[in-house]
């Protein structure tokens, strides 16, 4: 059995301010202090340093000379432009799937969705948003492309944490769960021209969600 390697300060360090950002505890556009992050985690802050730099490659920190560095935030345009993004990548993946492992890929929709109903029965939202990330990684999982699958990784965090912060808006986590389970029958019927439509309307959703979300904070 390989011997796994310890993480290092850096990799503890991207973890937690990751996890931190994707699931709200760090909001979009909060100010990061070094020294503060530090403290919390019980480490120098050159790995917090090293770790905030990964993460503004992610988009998920923005660092400015003389300012420091934040949480990313999003504008109408930037949210307009993740959207043309994932409906042209998440529907040339579910092609693939479709047509390289359509058995795996519903059997596996099947039950993060079951998985779902329990999270969302339990209040646990937290758990409920992991496993909506998890429902749109098995497209590309299942896709059979290294290269799409690397692509959607690359902003995977930035999409998880937009995910998180439209799920306070009303009636917007009933609506995702109702169309994932709808995306999910259609993927065990096989039917792509159902799965576009769905996809399209399930991500058309988020622009504007996220539309009312920055009018409403205005």
């Known amino acids: 059995m390989p011997i796994t390697r310890p993480k290092t300060l850096k990799e503890l360090?991207?973890?937690?301010?990751?996890?931190?950002?994707?699931?709200?505890d760090l909001e979009m556009g909060q100010m990061l202090?070094?020294?503060?992050?530090?403290?919390?985690?019980?480490?120098?802050?050159?790995?917090?340093?090293?770790?905030l730099a990964q993460l503004r490659d992610e988009g998920l920190v923005t660092i400015e000379p003389q300012k420091g560095a934040r949480v990313f935030s999003l504008t109408e345009e930037e949210v307009a432009q993740i959207c043309d993004f994932r409906q042209a990548i998440e529907t040339a993946a579910f092609e693939l799937a479709l047509e390289r492992n359509q058995q795996a890929l519903a059997d596996d929709m099947g039950d993060v969705v079951e998985d779902m109903t329990k999270a969302r029965r339990k209040g646990d939202m937290r758990r409920y948003l992991a496993l909506d990330n998890e429902f749109h990684k098995l497209i590309f999982k299942h896709s059979g492309n290294d290269y799409l699958q690397a692509s959607y990784e690359r902003f995977v965090g930035k999409i998880a944490a937009l995910r998180t912060h439209l799920s306070s808006q009303p009636g917007h986590t009933e609506h995702s769960y109702e169309e994932h389970k709808?995306?999910?029958?259609?993927?065990?019927?096989?039917?792509?021209?159902?799965?576009?439509?769905?996809?399209?309307d399930h991500i058309d959703r988020t622009r504007q969600s996220y539309s009312i979300a920055i009018r409403e904070n205005a």
């Open 13 to 24: 360090a991207l973890e937690q301010l990751r996890d931190s950002i994707i699931v709200g």
């Open 33 to 51: 202090s070094e020294r503060s992050i530090s403290e919390k985690l019980g480490v120098s802050k050159s790995p917090v340093r090293e770790a």
């Open 182 to 200: 709808e995306l999910a029958g259609a993927v065990a019927a096989g039917d792509m021209q159902i799965i576009r439509r769905l996809l399209k």
